[in-house]
Every structure is written in structure tokens, then in C-alpha cells.
């Protein structure tokens, strides 16, 4: 818990020391945001201020962080199911590049933006972080992909049945509401 409330910013101005230390431009986003609510891209110092409180603004209580903004990348997610016995499994990948307003508008399942050997490895860290952490239930985890270079980044987890997961229905034949209440 100590690193992720060193990684949060309570007040703009320690938010602000950091991204100038991490350079323009960056992603302020609240912990708890969603759906395109409580991130914005700040390009310099001088909108900082403001932007920051427009993010405490839309998701009050929310601990805020920063993130290097990353230009060109896809957005792409791998599906997990974990058990109480420390098993978990991936059920491939989406792509939910397609957005607007930070919202997902299309998502794509199988992902094909990036190779087949990248795509195993974001399952493979994606299976090891649910094991690492104990979870159990069906969740995502998400990554931001670059194809030039084709590195990826892990954005989160989120600890729920995501409104994608009829893609991942789709190809994989596995009812995945039915998975968690098993």
C-alpha cells in the first residue's frame, strides 16, 4: 500500500513536481475514474492546475495519478478467470483501441493489432499478476501497446466482468457470468 499512496497525489502541487520530473506531456488520471471520467492530457506546466481539479471535480475522493502520456499506442486487454485455489487461466485478448472521449466505443476480439508472440506475453503477465495477488473472480487486465516498437505497458485490473466480455464470449465459447458463479 506505501508505493501506491507515494504513486497518488492529494494536491496539484506534488502532482506538478512530478510531471515535470516525468516530462510533458502527461495523463492525469483518478484512481477510481472510468468510462472517460477523470483523465485528462495535460501538454504543460502552466494547465496543470486546472486540469488536476477538473479530474478531483469528476471523481471526487479519487486518488489521483500521473502517467507518462503515451502517443500511438492501442489499447488492448486480456481476459483472466482465477479460482480460490490460485489457478487462473487467459482467454485471449481484445482490442479496444476505438474510443472516444476515453470511452471504448468498438472492441475487437481476438486482438490481431500485434504479434502472436506479444499477445502471449501479455497473457502470461496478465495469468501471473492474478496469481500474485490472489484474485479470484473474472477480470481484465489492460495494457497500452506500442506497435513501433512493440513494447507494452500495464494500465490496471479491473476486478469485474467488464461490458466487452461478449467478444471474449464469442470466440471462446466459454459463458463467462457463469465461470464467476461457479
Excluded at 22 to 46: D, L
Aim: hydrophobic share 40%; with cysteine; aromatic share 8%.
Amino acid at each position: 500500500m506505501e508505493l501506491y499512496e507515494q504513486a497518488c497525489f492529494a494536491d496539484y502541487q506534488k502532482g506538478l513536481e512530478s510531471a515535470i520530473k516525468i516530462g510533458f506531456p502527461v495523463m492525469i488520471k483518478a484512481s477510481e475514474g472510468g468510462g472517460g471520467k477523470g483523465i485528462r492530457k495535460c501538454t504543460k506546466s502552466e494547465e496543470f492546475e486546472n486540469l488536476f481539479r477538473q479530474v478531483q471535480t469528476e471523481v471526487p475522493g479519487s486518488p489521483i495519478f500521473l502517467m507518462k502520456y503515451a502517443d500511438s499506442c492501442r489499447h488492448l486487454e486480456v481476459q483472466i478467470i482465477a479460482d480460490e485455489s490460485g489457478q487462473a487461466i487467459s482467454l485471449f485478448g481484445r482490442d479496444c483501441s476505438i474510443q472516444r472521449r476515453h470511452q471504448k466505443i468498438i472492441e475487437e476480439a481476438p486482438a490481431v493489432i500485434a504479434p502472436r508472440e506479444i499477445l502471449e506475453q501479455m497473457e502470461k503477465a496478465a495469468v501471473r499478476l492474478a496469481k500474485m495477488v490472489g484474485y479470484i473472480s473474472a477480470g481484465t487486465v489492460e495494457y497500452l501497446y506500442n506497435p513501433a516498437d512493440q513494447t507494452f505497458f500495464f494500465l490496471e485490473l479491473n476486478p469485474r466482468l467488464q461490458v466487452e466480455h461478449p467478444c471474449t464470449e464469442m470466440i471462446t465459447d466459454v459463458n463467462l457470468p457463469a465461470c464467476q458463479l461457479q
